[in-house]
């Protein structure tokens, strides 16, 4: 079983920068997909980013690209999310996705909160 663990969220002024991360534990499989999603308040949760094991295939919603980088870490199964010129709207509880063939897991969340 896998468990993801999330670090870097807060509270920021528009304009300003986070960076979340993310580390896999337990049994991951090596051939696996890594992302990011996020849930506001009464909103459904929509992905943010995604990116595979290699590094070679990574895709944003439209929302963030050109202001959000994912990138994975050195060290194995661990992933990034660079957020620049963060915007009120980009206020929600992220969220860490892994899955794999073996299946999948969610981190518990940490929210993001913008102010204008």
């Known amino acids: 079983q896998v468990q993801l663990v999330e670090s870097g969220g807060g509270l920021v002024q528009a304009g300003g920068s986070l960076r979340l991360s993310c580390a896999a534990s337990?049994?991951?499989?090596?051939?696996?997909?890594m992302g990011w999603f996020r849930q506001a308040p009464g909103k459904p949760r929509e992905l943010v980013a995604t990116?595979?094991?290699?590094?070679?295939?990574?895709n944003y919603a439209d929302s963030v690209t050109g202001r959000f980088t994912i990138s994975r870490g050195n060290t194995k199964n661990t992933v990034y999310l660079q957020m620049n010129n963060l915007k009120p709207e980009d206020t929600a509880v992220y969220y860490c996705n892994y899955h794999a063939m073996g299946g999948a897991a969610w981190g518990q969340g940490t929210q993001v909160t913008v102010s204008s």
């Open positions: 990116i595979n094991s290699g590094s070679t295939n990574i």
């Open positions: 337990g049994y991951a499989f090596s051939l696996n997909t």
